[in-house]
């Protein structure tokens, strides 16, 4: 039976591993090679590096540290920020990242969904969104979440699959880094919309957050950041106690 | 000496990386006398069957590799190109194995995305691997069960995870990318 993902999410700022509080307020949270290290000995699923701070400042992926990452893991690798081309993408990949992630560049040229598609295959490309309602409706933002799109949800995540989105990674900005779990009724909307696998991200706070999700969900995926890299909840507490519950879980 | 071939379908980085891991030597080439005289050759692969199997065939590895003579592993789309045919692109492969390739019934999430457990027989490639273990599938087309299947997988309906006849090996799943599980196998491959 296919198992449902636990995705340890690294933001990386300046080289090193950060975690915000609803998008502000960043703290350091590690060294990314060692903590993808340790996640990866300790049953992560996959794991997704973020440059979070790429796309505000312009800047490019580290792609040094994607090649240490690739010499070091023995897992699938997402990366994403500042991928506003597909050459930016394949030098990624090229460099060892199994899937490349996009998100504000999609929404400003969404064509360079379908672009990537056609050059590395729909299984590398990830798109990501970050979420959160606005009067009654759950609207897209980008730019790190800074700046409203006035684009619905559902349609965008529908748009994106019809592109060659291989993946939809789904952050509810408005739960994320409460730490009260994930955004159920939003991923009800894209999971029950899209043909392509969703992962869950954003609320993450205790074991049975991820229960919910895969049972409330069709979600084959959860990612989290703070309760991983801060020793809140062990990848392995966790994985033993989704298995008890009956979860598929490797 | 290990050789990767190189072709334009692919991530042969994680491979190169895997191998190199594991202490044993290896080169990315599409030099023919290379390949033919390493002690044993992966062929990887990522993208779409139709353009990969144009470029095998522009460079004249589509009648050269399945002459080879050393254990050879096809690793996903690797896998794919080694049957008779594929539905992607309605491309006809290699041949070496008596199998075609379909795309799932959209039943389900396609691509079949994550970890899923394989059956496996004493093919030595899984040598002190547990049964039903685990490792990392990304796919949307699939070969049927069949003779040659040397492990299986069920996702939507039941598969081949793993091939072999002869000298030539080949998985669906990535054994680069499958923790401690997929560095064993590479390891029992590169050990044939």
């Known amino acids: 039976m296919l198992k449902k993902r636990i995705i340890p999410c690294l933001d990386i700022k300046d080289g090193r591993v950060v975690k915000g509080v ?163 009724e939003a991923l009800n909307l894209v999971c029950n919309a899209v043909q392509i696998p969703v992962i869950a991200s954003g609320g993450a706070g205790s074991k049975a957050h991820f229960t919910e999700v895969f049972t409330q969900t069709k979600a084959t995926a959860a990612l989290a950041a703070s309760i991983f890299h801060y020793g809140e909840i062990p990848l392995p507490e966790l994985k033993n106690y989704l298995k008890q519950q009956n979860i598929a879980i490797r | 000496m290990t050789a990767i071939v190189k072709y334009n379908a692919g991530n042969t980085q994680s491979v190169e990386s895997a191998v190199k891991r594991l202490g044993f030597e290896c080169i990315v080439t599409a030099d023919k006398d290379i390949l033919l005289a390493a002690n044993n050759v992966i062929f990887p692969g990522v993208g779409h069957a139709a353009t990969a199997m144009a470029h095998l065939k522009a460079t004249g590895l589509d009648t050269f590799l399945p002459q080879l003579t ?42 079949h995305m994550g970890w899923n457990n394989t059956g496996h027989n004493s093919c030595g490639l899984f040598n002190s691997i547990a049964p039903n273990e685990h490792f990392y599938f990304v796919h949307s087309y699939y070969a049927g069960l069949c003779a040659e299947a040397a492990a299986q997988c069920n996702y939507i309906l039941p598969y081949s995870a793993a091939l072999q006849k002869d000298n030539f090996y080949a998985v669906q799943f990535h054994p680069e990318k499958s923790g401690a599980a997929g560095e064993q196998l590479l390891k029992n491959f590169l050990s044939l």
């Open chain 1, 22 to 184: 609803n998008f502000v307020g960043l703290k350091d949270a590690g060294d990314p090679i060692e903590l993808a290290a340790k996640y990866a000995r300790e049953g992560a699923d996959e794991l997704v590096f973020l440059d979070i701070t790429a796309t505000i400042e312009k800047r490019k992926t580290l792609s040094d540290l994607v090649t240490a990452i690739a010499r070091e893991i023995n897992i699938p690798f997402t990366v994403g920020g500042g991928i506003n081309t597909p050459e930016d993408a394949e030098v990624l990949i090229r460099r060892g990242a199994d899937k490349v992630s996009v998100n504000s560049s999609a929404v400003k040229n969404p064509e360079l969904i379908h672009q990537l598609a056609d050059t590395l295959g729909s299984q590398a490309v990830v798109v990501a969104i970050d979420a959160k309602p606005v009067n009654g409706t759950w609207q897209v933002f980008i730019n790190g979440g800074k700046t409203p799109t006035g684009i619905e949800l559902v349609s965008w995540a529908k748009h994106a699959e019809d592109l060659g989105a291989g993946e939809i990674l789904l952050t509810s900005m408005a739960n994320d880094g409460t730490k009260n779990g994930f955004a159920i």
């Open chain 2, 70 to 111: 050393q254990p050879v592993l096809g690793i996903c789309l690797g896998l794919q190109l080694m049957c008779r045919f594929t539905e992607e692109g309605s491309t006809p492969g290699l041949g070496i194995f008596d199998v075609d390739v379909k795309r799932f019934p959209p039943t389900d999430i396609v691509p």
